[in-house]
């Protein structure tokens, strides 16, 4: 997706992530979990790893889970992306 579709959304992460000290990676997870899946959050290394975790230190509220959802749109495509 270009960029300029994807701010909307990841300004809304940087500043939910900035209201509960996280990264925008940790607010993406807890996002996911919020909408009743459980997600395979990839590191490569161990402050991946670390940012990754923070995701259970928070719970989004209602309102941030609209919010989130209302910027966010359904891809047309999939694909295994290998690292």
């Given at each position: ?33 919020s909408k009743g899946a ?20 928070f719970t989004l509220t209602?309102?941030e889970v609209e919010e ?16």
């Amino acid at each position: 997706m270009p960029m300029e579709q994807l701010e909307p959304l990841l300004e809304t992460m940087r500043g939910i992530g900035k209201k509960y000290d996280v990264p925008v990676s940790a607010v993406a997870l807890n996002w996911v979990i919020s909408k009743g899946a459980i997600p395979l959050g990839g590191a490569k290394n161990r402050q991946q790893a670390e940012q990754n975790a923070k995701a259970l230190t928070f719970t989004l509220t209602a309102e941030e889970v609209e919010e989130l959802s209302s910027k966010s749109f359904a891809g047309k495509t999939s694909f295994w992306q290998h690292g």
